[in-house]
């Protein structure tokens, strides 16, 4: 069955430090997101990504953040100058797209430590 | 309260048991879905119900959504130790790209 993958599994990193997380969405679904969940508290969401571009981001999704689809494959979260409240658990996920009755596939996450 | 809030935040039941949480939004949505999440692990999609929809089936599981009082309940019939997690409404509004809203989530523990 396909699925959305993530890596890597577990990133730590030094408060200030870029880093880039990566996911592979399901091959032929179309609409792209990124959610974090910071431990202990509910998922947000944080960006979605359609045609190449972002269709919707919210307010957590600031300068510090950009997202990329550099091939066909990938899809990726940077985040520019980590800080301490970025760690969270990241999760991309993706959908087939034709209206929005599909349910959306999350990959394992991403958890992501600042120090 | 926020879009997708669930309630009871915490049940604890006994294998056998059925187990029942409710979800309550406040947009109108195109759809709502139900996702359960081990300690620590990814989200796996449970059901998804369209909101023409009023009620749906899945093995044990049973949801309804009232979109007139804009709440949906998931059972989970006769319980199992594995059915432990955390359980969270999704809501996608109307007006978004599928944009998901989750609640806080349902905690279940299901003891042998």
């Known amino acids: 069955e396909p699925e959305v993958t993530q890596t890597p599994s577990h990133q730590v990193t030094q408060m200030g430090q870029e880093v880039i997380l990566r996911c592979v969405p399901i091959?032929?679904?179309?609409?792209f997101y990124w959610y974090r969940q910071i431990l202990g508290q509910k998922v947000e969401f944080l960006v979605s990504?359609?045609?190449?571009?972002?269709?919707?981001k919210s307010e957590i999704f600031d300068d510090q953040f950009s997202v990329e689809r550099p091939d066909g494959s990938n899809f990726t979260l940077k985040i520019r100058s980590t800080k301490l409240e970025d760690s969270a658990m990241y999760f991309c996920?993706?959908?087939?797209?034709?209206?929005?009755?599909?349910?959306?596939?999350f990959g394992p996450g991403t958890r992501l430590t600042v120090l | 309260s926020q879009q997708g809030e669930e309630d009871p935040q915490a049940l604890s039941i006994q294998e056998g048991e059925n187990a029942t949480m409710n979800c309550s939004y406040k947009?109108?949505?195109?759809?709502l879905q139900w996702y359960r999440q081990n300690s620590g692990r990814g989200l796996v999609h449970l059901i998804l119900?369209?909101?023409?929809?009023r009620e749906k089936h899945s093995g044990r599981l049973r949801v309804t959504l009232d979109t007139s009082k804009k709440s949906s309940s998931l059972l989970i019939t006769a319980s199992r130790a594995a059915d432990t997690a955390s359980y969270f409404c999704?809501?996608?509004?109307?007006?978004?790209?599928?944009?998901?809203?989750f609640g806080a989530g349902t905690q279940v523990v299901v003891t042998p």
């Open positions: 996920a993706s959908r087939l797209g034709g209206g929005q009755y599909n349910e959306q596939f």
């Open positions: 091959s032929n679904h179309l609409y």
């Open positions: 990504f359609y045609n190449n571009e972002i269709s919707e």
């Open positions: 947009t109108s949505i195109n759809n």
């Open positions: 119900i369209r909101s023409n929809e």
């Open positions: 999704a809501t996608v509004p109307t007006d978004s790209w599928g944009k998901f809203q």
